[in-house]
């Protein structure tokens, strides 16, 4: 099993996974386009040329990423690759300086055992939550909005 850094040959399966888990109701639909435009933001777990997991980090501001479009298949579900995953996203966080990252989740527990903290929707940038009720108002369901303070987590 290999814990990397995206390659191109990867956009496809990264969609795929994705989408896999939009279809039901999981998580956002992402289009292969978004994934190329954002492909180095992306952490994967590949075994046996099988792509097992994704997650990407996408740096919003000066002190704020985004945990984003984090999917594990079925085949490497119980095996530690989503927490892998975000570690990996976190230490990227920290290599750039960023003190907080977020996550915007239906999954509050996995979070909250990686150290995340459940906060207000409207404590995030005005951007972020007027997105999330832009998709709420087309019939998607309320996410939680999930917060690490990497400056308050290495205490």
């Not at 992402?30 to 435009?37: A, T, V």
């Not at 976190?90 to 990252?101: E, F, H, K, P, Q």
Request: negative net charge.
């Amino acid at each position: 099993m290999e814990v990397r850094k995206a390659h191109v040959s990867d956009a496809k399966a990264i969609c795929d996974l994705v989408n896999h888990y939009a279809e039901q109701e999981l998580m956002l639909h992402r289009s292969l386009e978004s994934i190329y435009d954002c492909l180095r933001e992306f952490w994967v777990v590949v075994e046996d040329g099988t792509l097992l997991a994704c997650a990407a980090l996408d740096v919003f501001w000066a002190d704020l990423a985004e945990i984003r479009s984090i999917a594990v298949a079925e085949a490497g579900q119980g095996r530690g690759l989503g927490r892998e995953l975000v570690a990996r996203a976190l230490d990227d966080a920290r290599a750039l300086g960023v003190s907080r990252v977020f996550a915007m989740t239906y999954e509050n527990q996995f979070f909250q055992r990686l150290g995340f903290v459940e906060v207000p929707l409207q404590s995030l940038p005005e951007k972020i939550w007027r997105e999330c009720l832009d998709w709420y108002a087309k019939g998607y369901r309320h996410e939680t909005a999930m917060l690490i303070d990497l400056a308050e987590a290495a205490q």
